[in-house]
């Protein structure tokens, strides 16, 4: 380009500037639209090629008047996409150093919670806050001491769709990979963010965990108590992607804490059935009581019978433990609970695996069972409880087995 042609370029760059500065609202706003349709998808080469080495001068300007102006949504879109072209620009990072110096990795989080931004503002905020963290560990570092990480656990517990939940969990997953300085902190914040009360939030989360606890080598012993709470949830989304968290605990330091908290759910504590019954506060538990005609308990320990079965069953070696821990008194207890069908279901096919594990079992779950109700058991467990009446159901309920070992016998007793 001769000099001529650059001087030239050079004053239509001021000219634009110049344009920018002097313009109200309406003429920015303008001139953004205008800068959209011509650059969008440029590289950092073309849009310096474009104005003239200075590019940067427009990109500050854009995110000081975003800075200044987000709070009122004056033109927030359309300043949103003009500085995503920069940050998305390729092969150069000099355009995200200078957005991160002049405040805008914290003007996008406050956009997160901003009661008056719209939702597809906020979820194009998202994105640059992912464009950013994907630029390498320095970002995610930025974004981390910035509070980015409550600000997008705050916002996924509160954002309206489907589609911006989904972003912002992507994004924590994102700030959680290859940033070894603040993985802790995003691990303990989805842990936090299991006792939000919306199923679809519950399931990022539990989704997201699972990624993250892959990637650490203790598990946090809080994880535990919500963990085998989402095993209540109505929603079978939930509940299998809780079990998947919990056959992936199996490999951490909280596992016996873990595989005693399931057993114990297959026997419900009177008091724990009496705050349910009792309970008019949680306001999913009449909507799970009206759709299933059983109290969360119940759906909880139907969750948790399933569980114990798919454990013993992808590995033998926790069979052993499970044992130990009074599980086949439990799983027939859960057998004689008539009032819910499915755990009655589980628990039939739990028990079904445990005898073909350890025949030796098969004599003391037939004395407490009988005769003819072990043999609807073996002609087909999960039809059991069709064949069971009132006083059958009693004694399942109140069965004192105990069998705490099944792998030699010796120590299993009636």
Avoid at 295 to 321: G, N, W
């Amino acid at each position: 380009m001769s000099t001529n042609e650059d001087q030239a370029n050079i004053g239509r760059v001021l000219s634009f500037l110049r344009e920018w500065d002097r313009g109200d609202r309406t003429v920015r706003g303008h001139m953004l639209n205008t800068f959209l349709t011509q650059n969008t998808g440029k590289t950092f080469y073309e849009l310096e090629l474009e104005f003239s080495q200075v590019a940067s001068l427009f990109l500050a300007r854009v995110t000081t008047w975003m800075r200044l102006t987000y709070m009122f949504g004056t033109f927030l879109g359309l300043q949103l996409k003009t500085i995503g072209i920069f940050l998305s620009a390729s092969s150069h990072d000099q355009y995200l150093m200078e957005f991160l110096e002049d405040g805008g990795v914290l003007t996008l989080l406050e956009i997160l919670s901003h009661s008056k931004s719209k939702e597809e503002e906020k979820a194009e905020a998202l994105r640059l806050l992912h464009t950013v963290s994907n630029a390498g560990r320095k970002y995610k570092e930025f974004v981390c001491e910035s509070n980015g990480v409550k600000a997008i656990a705050e916002f996924l517990t509160t954002s309206n769709t489907d589609k911006t939940q989904e972003t912002a969990r992507a994004l924590l997953e994102t700030l959680s990979n290859g940033n070894p300085k603040y993985q802790y902190q995003i691990y303990k914040s989805l842990i936090a963010l299991m006792t939000c009360p919306f199923p679809k939030v519950q399931q990022l989360v539990l989704c997201t965990l699972q990624t993250v606890q892959f990637k650490m080598n203790t598990a946090h012993h809080s994880i535990i108590e919500p963990l085998l709470n989402m095993l209540s949830s109505l929603h079978v989304e939930v509940q299998d992607e809780a079990i998947n968290l919990i056959l992936l605990l199996m490999s951490y330091d909280v596992r016996p804490v873990l595989l005693s908290g399931l057993v114990s759910l297959l026997r419900p504590t009177n008091e724990e059935l009496q705050k349910h019954q009792l309970n008019t506060e949680v306001p999913s538990e009449p909507e799970i009581i009206k759709r299933t005609g059983s109290l969360p308990v119940f759906v909880q320990q139907a969750a948790a019978a399933k569980t114990i079965r798919l454990l013993a069953q992808d590995s033998p070696d926790i069979s052993p433990e499970l044992l130990s821990l009074g599980v086949i008194q439990q799983l027939l207890h859960t057998l004689g609970n008539r009032e819910h069908t499915d755990a009655q279901i589980q628990a039939s096919m739990a028990l079904e695996h445990f005898i073909r594990a350890y025949p030796v079992i098969e004599e003391q779950v037939q004395r407490v069972m009988g005769c003819t109700l072990f043999e609807a058991f073996v002609h087909k467990a999960e039809t059991l409880y069709m064949n069971m009446d009132e006083t059958q159901a009693e004694s399942l309920l109140t069965n004192s087995l105990n069998i705490t070992e099944g792998l030699d016998g010796d120590k299993s007793e009636g």
